[in-house]
């Protein structure tokens, strides 16, 4: 089995919610509560040393409940190689989670722009304001009930 | 309030740098505080370019999708052909033939020189060097002319397809690219005789915008920006796909993390991409000409014989052409080198036609992201210098 999601399940036992292996790609769905200190855990540990988040993807699965979700890719410079952690947001009018910019700066721009086209917000973020779409814009276009040609 | 008071007030200034200003390379707006001429802040304000092309995507069957993917760096088209190419392949298991891989690898190979000399035309012309600008350009052109008898287009070639290619090499395009392969190294030293040791250039790029390695992985760089301050990291080397680990090549590396050695860096990269189109170029003869497409119904168009005289075969083109690729529920993450950096395609299907959702990581977006970082305490001339370093592409920024 992939080492960070040995990792998680022994250090994290509670909050690991599934681990899925795709076309050689390992993916592990967390609960969203303690995602800092797991996120913190897998850049710390020798044996991942996920120092880098390669992106952050907001994710809206209507009509599926829970609703919206938060992605995030790995990379490890030492080991090569990549891993897939996945949040579902359990309230879907306001889907919140807790902001990882403490443990990558990059993920600053990532989550202004999660935000901005999917309308997740990240507690603790710094600055988090519209990125792509203008400050005044009304609605996430990323979202599946957001119209693709305007109202 | 007297004379002298007045003239001891401080206050900062803000300063819009763009919209449009020349040196931003699209249409970026940084919003300096400037202190005198020291920058306390840039907040860069990007979107302007904003097409939506990740929800575009979303109503689009995937090889609709492609032509949107031209669109996003389009200095570097056919890598992010490639780079979605590669995710949707993936996504379906496809394997494609060697043929494929390797004239794949020599199109994304002058597509990096072609977008390095960009870079280092309009970087020199910030700065005040006119003249790397036509040199660069010269040699682009013949670029762009190989695209252009690829797929009949210059700027946006449209060449990988999923599962194979639009076509095979036509006539004449192995003389044309040797031709290119073999002048290239003494037309790259005209560029290193313009500017590598030229006490202006080097002033003005020595030092600026510095980044140790450590800054590096915590701002997410990649590409030459991260090779640029040693970070000894290249996707085609560590992650090889498309049989990049067939070819020999070397990762130029530079120490400094100065606007000064990512110039080294790129500068040496041309010349290895250039070493790799050289040895695409003698291999491909070995590899049966023709063979430009997967063996696998799922994505390839049956052959005519058997779509007139097969019912299995009528079927099979009848759902391609009206329903289009249909690959397994799943998600995956693809990335490649691009010319940047890390181009990411997250690809999500529901097992319908159309992507789910689809999400690109591009390497000028998390690039420009750490601007704020390099210009802080900077001079305001020095911004020039780091934006044309960060070699940003806004369609890519801003998608």
Not at chain 1, 19 to 30: H, K, Q
Request: hydrophobic share 40%; proline share 7%.
């Amino acid at each position: 089995m992939n080492k960070a999601a040995e990792l998680l399940q022994e250090k994290f036992p509670e909050e690991v919610v599934e681990v899925t292996e795709f076309r050689g790609e390992t993916t592990i769905t967390v609960k969203p509560e303690r995602i800092v200190d797991i996120c913190l855990a897998l850049r710390d540990t020798p044996q991942t040393y996920f120092r880098y988040l390669s992106m952050i993807a907001g994710m809206d699965y209507l009509p599926q409940s829970p609703r919206f979700g938060v992605v995030y890719n790995l990379y490890s410079h030492r080991n090569h190689n990549r891993v897939t952690l996945k949040a579902l947001l359990p309230n879907d009018a306001n889907p919140v989670i807790d902001s990882v910019v403490p443990v990558w700066t990059t993920a600053n721009w990532h989550e202004r722009e999660a935000y901005d086209l999917v309308g997740i917000r990240f507690r603790g973020h710094p600055d988090l304001r519209r990125i792509l779409m203008p400050g005044d814009w009304v609605g996430h276009p990323l979202r599946k009930d957001y119209p693709l040609r305007g109202k | 309030m007297n004379g002298a008071e007045t003239l001891k007030r401080t206050e900062t200034m803000l300063l819009n740098l763009g919209p449009s200003h020349p040196s931003t390379h699209g249409v970026l707006r940084v919003l300096l505080e400037l202190d005198g001429e020291l920058i306390l802040r840039a907040d860069p304000d990007i979107g302007y370019l904003h097409r939506g092309i990740e929800k575009m995507c979303e109503y689009r069957t995937y090889h609709k999708c492609l032509p949107l993917m031209n669109r996003l760096d389009y200095l570097a088209g056919e890598v992010n052909n490639f780079g979605f190419c590669l995710a949707v392949e993936k996504l379906l298991d496809v394997e494609v033939p060697k043929r494929v891989q390797y004239i794949r690898v020599m199109m994304a190979e002058l597509t990096r020189i072609a977008s390095h000399l960009f870079w280092l035309g309009t970087h020199g012309h910030d700065l005040g060097a006119m003249t790397p600008l036509f040199y660069a350009f010269r040699e682009r052109e013949k670029i762009m002319d190989l695209c252009e008898m690829v797929s009949g287009a210059r700027m946006f070639p449209l060449y990988c397809r999923i599962g194979g290619l639009a076509g095979d090499l036509p006539e004449g395009f192995i003389p044309a690219a040797w031709d290119f392969v073999k002048t290239f190294p003494e037309k790259h030293q005209d560029y290193h005789n313009l500017l590598t040791k030229n006490q202006i250039w080097i002033e003005r790029t020595k030092g600026v915008g510095v980044m140790t390695p450590d800054e590096v992985l915590d701002w997410g760089w990649s590409g030459p920006m991260a090779r640029g301050s040693g970070v000894n990291w290249d996707l085609r080397r560590d992650n090889p796909y498309s049989s990049y680990e067939d070819f020999d090549f070397v990762v130029p590396l530079a120490i400094n993390g100065d606007t000064y050695d990512r110039y080294l860096v790129r500068m040496e990269e041309m010349l290895q991409a250039n070493r790799i189109v050289r040895q695409v170029l003698e291999r491909l003869p070995d590899l049966p000409p023709g063979d430009i497409k997967a063996k696998d119904p799922r994505v390839s168009l049956p052959p005519k014989d058997a779509v007139y005289n097969d019912i299995a075969g009528l079927i099979n083109h009848f759902k391609l052409i009206q329903e289009g690729i249909t690959p397994p529920q799943g998600e995956v993450y693809q990335c490649i080198e691009a010319p940047k950096g890390e181009m990411g395609f997250y690809v999500v299907s529901d097992g319908s036609p159309k992507p789910f959702r689809l999400k690109v990581r591009g390497p000028s977006f998390i690039n420009l992201s750490a601007l704020d970082k390099l210009a802080r305490g900077r001079l305001l001339a020095d911004s020039i210098a780091l934006i044309g370093t960060m070699d940003i592409v806004l369609a890519d920024v801003d998608r």
